[in-house]
């Protein structure tokens, strides 16, 4: 018997049809898990996908695969910041959470003209299941995905390293941001990525983040007016490295986020 062996589940969840009939994008999920916990995941994934606050989805799909790769070990980010979103001048704020976004990716090196490609794509989208990818030289699209975009998939962190990661931060061990930092590392991971930036679509959830080697995962909260639908994620990325490889990368290497303390 295979004692170690591990299955990735993911979960994609639409209303109007399922995606490939032109349904709206609603939830998507993906974990690694081992055989005996498999049912429990799942679970997690369904409630996930059912009580989305985009809306109830007519159509879902939950696969299970079993990993054959070999899986890569990576740790989160090195520095977690949860950036102060306002500098405050009696009941003024100096600034907006988004001002903060692009000033950090200004520091990590963007320039001026990719950012404000970023700012054009994230309020074109809404509900994509996946990142839009850029070159963080010249902003010119990477993928040829469209409005799908590329998803991330095959990651999860290691055993509970997150709810240990998330105590010693004191940082509340949610799903979302269990999430959120597993794709980070995963992607930022890679040095193609240059940068990450990510603004949610969902109307209620208003923190984001950009994400990079160079600064790690800095959280921003108030990047949008609540109830905006609008949003993706954007990969800024090294155009002289070899995109088809990258975007493999991205969606079939396994990767386990492991943290030690
Ligand atoms: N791979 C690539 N892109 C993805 C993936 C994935 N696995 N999952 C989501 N996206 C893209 C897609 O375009 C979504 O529309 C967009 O990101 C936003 O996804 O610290 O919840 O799930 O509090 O709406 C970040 C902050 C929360 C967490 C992000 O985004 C925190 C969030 P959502
Ligand atoms: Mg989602
Ligand atoms: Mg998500
Ligand atoms: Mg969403």
Known sequence: MVVDKLYNLRMRAAQGGSHEQGGTHI????????????????????EKGLTHCKGRPDFMQIQLESIPESVTYVQPLERWANVERFVKEG????????????????????????IDRAVEIVSQY????????????????????????????????????????ARYYHVSANSRIREALALAAKVNNHPATIAELCWSDDPD????????????YQRIENIK?????RGCRIFFVDGQKDIRSYINYLENQPVLITWEG
């Open 126 to 165: 809404s509900s994509m299941r996946g990142a839009v990818l850029i070159d963080a030289h010249s902003g010119k699209r990477l993928d040829d995905r469209g409005e799908k975009g590329v998803r991330v998939s095959r990651l999860d962190w290691l055993g509970n390293d997150f709810e240990k990661w």
């Open 205 to 216: 959830y208003t923190t984001g983040y950009v994400a990079s080697r160079k600064m790690g």
């Open 91 to 114: 009941d003024t704020f100096l600034k907006e959470g988004k001002t903060v976004a692009f000033q950090l990716l200004e520091i990590i090196g963007i320039p001026k003209k990719v």
């Open 27 to 46: 939830s998507g999920g993906e974990r690694i898990t081992r055989f005996s916990n498999i049912q429990q995941v799942a679970m997690y994934l369904l």
């Open 225 to 229: 007016t609540y109830g905006d639908e």
